[in-house]
């Protein structure tokens, strides 16, 4: 079945020490997005592709990065100059550039620092 | 000025009644598309239905569909005959012809009750 996974579920971390999360497609998707999402809120940009070794920074960007060095994967580093990093994550994709292309979501990661 | 915007923090609906979620959008774009997303308790994003701005008339799909009012750039989601299982976060989003980001609303819950 084609989807897009994101490991891990649930993820601790201490004050000081950077993340990865991991977002993998196998919908031959083109573009690759990151959100953050907090308690009761609406989802925030982190970073976007729209195609292999590129990005673009979204809203919240600063104390983040990515890297896509293949289609099917776009991980996310949250490090320690992000000061509140305790969030839920949700990572989606998109065939292509058309406005008719839904985004399909990962299941998400849920990042509590410690 | 936000593109999206959802005005309904919460919302209850008694079972098998009908509800209305609005949401209103901002765009100077001719071409653009609208997707409504629901969110469980779970996390996952689930797709529900999809607008495109020249479409001509109102999408539906199954239980779910949107009133689309272009002139007042509105369009919000109906959900026919309610279920327990309809309890869930509802996010609207816009993606514009020229660009790549989608733009969420904050969302609205929805409560539907037995």
């Known amino acids: 079945d084609g989807g897009i996974t994101q490991s891990p579920k649930y993820l601790f971390r201490k004050e000081g020490q950077n993340v990865t999360l991991s977002c993998e497609q196998n919908?031959?998707?083109?573009?690759m997005y990151w959100y953050r999402q907090d308690p009761g809120q609406g989802l925030r940009l982190i970073y976007y592709s729209q195609i292999v070794n590129d990005f673009q920074k979204g809203d919240i960007a600063e104390g983040y990065s990515v890297s896509r060095e293949k289609k099917e994967s776009f991980p996310l580093t949250v490090t320690s100059a992000q000061k509140n990093p305790t969030a839920f994550y949700l990572c989606a994709s998109t065939l292509g550039d058309s406005r008719r292309n839904e985004q399909f979501f990962g299941p998400g990661t849920r990042l509590t620092v410690l | 000025a936000q593109k999206i915007t959802q005005t309904q923090p919460g919302m209850f609906v008694q079972e098998k009644e009908a509800v209305t979620l609005d949401c209103t959008y901002d765009t100077s774009d001719q071409s653009y598309g609208l997707f409504w997303y629901k969110q469980p308790s779970s996390g996952e994003m689930i797709f529900l239905i999809y607008q495109g701005s020249y479409d001509e008339q109102n999408a539906t799909e199954g239980r779910y569909s949107l009133n689309f009012q272009k002139a007042r750039k509105s369009a919000n989601l109906v959900i026919s005959a309610s279920q327990l299982g309809d309890s869930a976060m509802y996010f609207c989003?816009?993606?514009?012809?020229?660009?790549?980001?989608?733009?969420f609303g904050t969302g609205t819950s929805l409560t539907v009750i037995p």
């Open positions: 989003a816009m993606r514009e012809d020229t660009g790549n980001q989608f733009y």
């Open positions: 919908l031959n998707h083109d573009a």
